[in-house]
T-cell receptor
Framework: AQKVTQAQTEISVVEKEDVTLDCVYETRDTTYYLFWYKQPPSGELVFLIRRNSFDEQNEISGRYSWNFQKSTSSFNFTITASQVVDSAVYFCALWGTGRRALTFGSGTRLQVQP | DTAVSQTPKYLVTQMGNDKSIKCEQNLGHDTMYWYKQDSKKFLKIMFSYNNKELIINETVPNRFSPKSPDKAHLNLHINSLELGDSAVYFC??????????????FGPGTRLTVT
């Protein structure tokens, strides 16, 4: 069985603060992929990153960074110097090679106040 | 150019009716998906198709029937609509056959309200 847990339902920060969104996953697959998607208030889902289970290097893209730790089954997402435009629901998702489908977490709503 | 388009964007209908949602992608992708997002924002896969062949059919009532006339289109037909079908339905597409996952491109969603 696959499961993705995003324990933080909602986070509110003030602009320019750093914020970390947590993601913990469960899978029995040895090969799997992890994703983050953003859903802004307009409703569409936007791909942010894909990581496979063999690549534990952290990744940085501008103000965004991801920390993948296999030992704790976590794939956390940090936004540095948050901006109002970062306000959205963020979803972590898992793809196991056995199931061939994305299992989404319940999402974390991030509100960045000006 | 819209990569993944869905029509209609909003759909309000009464219980018991039959309705369809259309999806088209112009990205040349081989795999298409339907997802349901409920009122609590929970996203769940319903179906996936690869080159018109059904790959995944989650535990969805058989009132829901996907149809893929070609690999650029994946339509969703719903019979005998129920109140619990009210949700936002997203179509998505990606490269590949679904064994190794690629980035999925999502449509804008169709908000279905059943009264």
């Amino acid at each position: 069985a696959q499961k993705v847990t995003q324990a933080q339902t909602e986070i509110s920060v003030v602009e320019k603060e750093d914020v970390t969104l947590d993601c913990v996953y469960e899978t029995r697959d040895t090969t799997y992929y992890l994703f983050w998607y953003k859903q802004p208030p307009s409703g569409e889902l936007v791909f942010l990153i894909r990581r496979n289970s063999f690549d534990e290097q952290n990744e940085i893209s501008g103000r965004y960074s991801w920390n993948f730790q296999k030992s704790t089954s976590s794939f956390n997402f940090t936004i540095t110097a948050s901006q109002v435009v970062d306000s959205a629901v963020y979803f972590c998702a898992l793809w196991g090679t056995g199931r061939r489908a994305l299992t989404f977490g319940s999402g974390t709503r991030l509100q960045v106040q000006p | 150019d819209t990569a993944v388009s869905q029509t209609p964007k909003y759909l309000v209908t009464q219980m018991g009716n039959d309705k369809s949602i259309k999806c088209e992608q112009n990205l040349g992708h081989d795999t298409m998906y339907w997802y349901k997002q409920d009122s609590k924002k929970f996203l769940k896969i319903m179906f996936s198709y690869n080159n018109k062949e059904l790959i995944i059919n989650e535990t969805v009532p058989n009132r829901f029937s996907p149809k893929s006339p070609d690999k650029a289109h994946l339509n969703l037909h719903i019979n005998s609509l129920e109140l619990g079908d009210s949700a936002v339905y997203f179509c998505a597409s990606s490269l590949g056959s679904g064994v190794i996952p690629h980035e999925q491109y999502f449509g804008p969603g169709t908000r279905l309200t059943v009264t």
